[in-house]
């Protein structure tokens, strides 16, 4: 079957069926269920508004219990099962990951990841969206500085993979080293520990972006007459933006933060990209990867732990929204 057909079938069949389940979901709670004639018309009528609402809500709830809520406790029981899945083993999977060495250098390397990433990006993003606010050319800037978001962590890993090369004439770090006086060129991203900050940058020059254009609305929201007031009481302007302008985005800036932390805990392409989880540069994503077509108990597991350690970051990110929306 031609793709356009297939296409103009699943719109139909889409659209129709949401139709048709609102058109007859309704017919029956009026007509069936509680029909607005006799006595207690008036009750029925009342009670079948108090329903109605679920009724649209329903496909929605069904679509997100199916595609998520079902997945994480099929994974959680997966989870309990050993490598071949026939065997119920309960926490040994679990046991095994904290036992691992490997897994608790990936644990800690995406600990250095949350604190690095987040709070890096942030900075830098408030203060280009500082920086920028009041130029003539700060649009400019900020296109240029925004430009890497729309780049892929793939594509940005190779272009920073040109930046590390073991290579003075290739690497720019290797080309500097050797202007100083350095004599044979060195691969950073071998160095112990601090190849993982390598690894980080990256990160931090695409998020920066994402941060400043943010911050730099929260910024602009910033009442004028407060700014004018500071000023008139005598403040300079480190007092001015760290006193007066900080204090009144910082919710804004805790949501980026936290939006940005999440983005972390989940990241695998610049790992597997520029080191393949080599030279102790191991984090979670790229761990459990190890074990998908190998274990799949070990797997899940691994997956099970990503996911608690981005729940309560999920839930901080979604109170500090709703005290925005306030």
Same mark, same amino acid.
């Given at each position: 079957?031609?793709?356009?057909?297939?296409?103009?079938?699943?719109?139909?069949v889409?659209v129709?069926?949401?139709?048709?389940?609102?058109?007859?979901?309704?017919?029956?709670?009026?007509?069936?269920?509680?029909?607005?004639?006799?006595?207690?018309?008036?009750?029925?009528i009342n009670?079948?508004?108090?329903?109605?609402?679920?009724?649209?809500?329903f496909?929605?709830?069904?679509?997100?219990?199916?595609?998520l809520?079902?997945p994480?406790v099929g994974?959680?029981?997966?989870?309990?099962y050993?490598?071949?899945?026939?065997e119920?083993?309960?926490?040994?999977?679990?046991?095994?990951?904290?036992?691992?060495?490997?897994?608790?250098?990936a644990?800690?390397?995406?600990?250095?990841?949350?604190?690095?990433?987040?709070? !890096?990006?942030?900075?830098?993003?408030?203060?280009? /969206?500082? +920086?920028?606010? *009041?130029?003539?050319w700060? &649009?400019? #800037?900020?296109?240029?500085?925004? !430009?890497?978001?729309?780049i892929?962590?793939?594509? /940005?890993? +190779?272009?920073? *993979?040109?930046?590390y090369? &073991?290579d #003075?004439d290739i690497?720019l770090?290797?080309?500097?080293?050797?202007?100083?006086?350095a004599?044979?060129?060195?691969?950073?991203?071998?160095?112990?520990?601090?190849?993982?900050?390598?690894?980080?940058?990256?990160?931090?020059?695409?998020?920066?972006?994402?941060?400043m254009?943010?911050?730099s609305?929260?910024?602009?929201?910033i009442?004028?007459?407060?700014?004018e007031?500071?000023?008139?009481?005598?403040a300079?302007?480190?007092?001015?933006?760290?006193?007066?302008?900080?204090?009144?985005?910082?919710?804004?800036?805790?949501?980026?933060?936290?939006?940005?932390?999440?983005?972390?805990l989940?990241?695998?392409?610049i790992?597997?990209t520029?080191?393949?989880?080599?030279?102790?540069?191991?984090?979670?994503?790229?761990y459990m990867?190890?074990?998908?077509?190998?274990?799949?108990?070990?797997?899940?597991?691994?997956?099970?732990v990503?996911?608690?350690v981005?729940?309560?970051?999920?839930?901080?990110?979604?109170?500090?929204?709703?005290?925005?929306?306030r």
């Amino acid at each position: 079957m031609s793709p356009l057909i297939q296409g103009f079938i699943t719109i139909v069949v889409g659209v129709g069926g949401c139709i048709g389940y609102f058109y007859f979901s309704n017919l029956v709670l009026d007509k069936v269920i509680f029909p607005a004639k006799g006595p207690k018309a008036g009750h029925n009528i009342n009670r079948a508004n108090q329903i109605r609402p679920w009724l649209f809500l329903f496909p929605a709830m069904f679509a997100l219990g199916l595609y998520l809520a079902y997945p994480v406790v099929g994974s959680f029981l997966r989870s309990l099962y050993n490598r071949s899945g026939d065997e119920f083993i309960g926490l040994g999977n679990y046991v095994r990951l904290f036992e691992s060495p490997d897994f608790r250098t990936a644990f800690f390397n995406n600990i250095l990841w949350v604190i690095f990433v987040p709070a !890096m990006s942030t900075f830098f993003g408030l203060l280009a /969206a500082q +920086l920028t606010d *009041k130029m003539k050319w700060g &649009n400019i #800037a900020k296109s240029l500085i925004f !430009m890497p978001m729309a780049i892929s962590f793939v594509g /940005a890993s +190779l272009i920073w *993979k040109f930046v590390y090369a &073991n290579d #003075a004439d290739i690497g720019l770090i290797n080309a500097l080293r050797e202007m100083f006086g350095a004599d044979r060129p060195v691969d950073v991203l071998q160095i112990p520990f601090w190849n993982n900050f390598f690894l980080m940058i990256i990160l931090v020059w695409i998020q920066t972006g994402f941060a400043m254009v943010i911050l730099s609305a929260a910024l602009r929201g910033i009442p004028e007459e407060t700014i004018e007031a500071a000023i008139l009481d005598g403040a300079n302007p480190f007092e001015l933006f760290f006193k007066i302008k900080v204090p009144q985005i910082m919710g804004t800036i805790v949501v980026v933060w936290t939006t940005i932390t999440i983005l972390v805990l989940k990241v695998f392409d610049i790992v597997y990209t520029m080191t393949g989880g080599n030279f102790n540069t191991e984090i979670l994503p790229s761990y459990m990867m190890k074990f998908m077509f190998r274990d799949d108990g070990l797997a899940t597991a691994v997956a099970f732990v990503i996911m608690v350690v981005v729940l309560p970051v999920m839930i901080w990110n979604i109170v500090q929204a709703r005290k925005e929306m306030r």
